[in-house]
């Protein structure tokens, strides 16, 4: 607990737009709080099934690292702030549950039930979600580097809180991550940085696009129909084979296409 207070005082002493980008190398990842575990799987389903009906149970903080908690039903678990790092949650029921500053990377979600979810600041570098459905999630996090493959994302909220920036600007931040295949129909993807991602054959229909950050990125065979382009900034990105531009919103107003397909 005193490793994380010094992380958030040390974070503040950064400059406002590097504070978001900078927080894992605050981190003593060999400490226990991040490598092991106070609590095994049999102690939270025991907790669980001791809940009263609408109560809650709250584990936020706690240090759940390298837990099996494959197929486990954690809708009415608090899990703010928790340690997941190299945790087992695939096919897990997490529908709505506060996952805000959550740190799990290297983790395992593949087909994790994330619908309503609220995902804060939440670390999930080089983690596999495969197959995840993440719609209409809060997703404010840092998903660099992990397997988004076929997950849905339709009607999430990626956009940054402008009026609510003290750690620098969260948004929904994917840097060299797959998400080939993924649906983001009608999601809110404003100022979104998705640099140097694959993105092949994602459903974009509907997405507001504005103003993300996209460059570097490989758009083969991904739907643009009905999504919002302005200011959206493909420079450098593989724009080729993209579906239904001329369906585009503001198709005029985004940066770094090529002069053909505009």
Do not use: C
């Not at 080939?180 to 991602?197: I, P, T, V, W």
């Amino acid at each position: 607990m005193r490793f994380a207070i010094f992380a958030l005082v040390a974070a503040f002493a950064l400059p406002m737009n590097a504070r978001a980008q900078s927080m894992t190398g605050q981190v003593d990842f060999s400490s226990d709080s991040y490598s092991k575990a106070e609590m095994t799987r049999e102690d939270i389903l025991k907790r669980i099934s001791q809940l009263k009906p609408g109560a809650k149970l709250d584990l936020s903080g706690k240090a759940l690292n390298g837990l099996d908690l494959s197929g486990t039903d954690l809708r009415q678990v608090n899990l703010q702030a928790a340690h997941l790092m190299r945790t087992n949650l695939s096919n897990a029921n997490l529908e709505g549950v506060n996952l805000d500053s959550v740190w799990s990377l290297n983790s395992n979600w593949r087909g994790a039930n994330l619908k309503g979810a609220s995902m804060f600041q939440t670390q999930l570098q080089e983690a596999n979600l495969d197959g995840a459905d993440l719609a209409s999630a809060h997703i404010a996090g840092d998903f660099s580097k992990a397997s988004l493959k076929g997950a849905i994302l339709d009607g999430a909220d990626l956009s940054p809180n402008e009026s609510n920036q003290s750690m620098g600007l969260m948004r929904g931040t994917f840097r060299n991550t797959t998400l080939d295949g993924a649906s983001f129909r009608k999601a809110n993807m404003r100022r979104a940085l998705m640099e140097f991602s694959s993105l092949r054959n994602t459903d974009l229909s509907g997405a507001n696009l504005e103003n993300a950050e996209l460059g570097g990125s490989n758009f083969e065979g991904a739907n643009v129909s009905g999504a919002n382009l302005r200011g959206a900034d493909f420079t450098s990105a593989v724009t080729t084979g993209m579906k239904n531009l001329s369906q585009a919103h503001n198709l005029d107003q985004a940066k770094g296409l090529p002069a053909n397909l505009r």
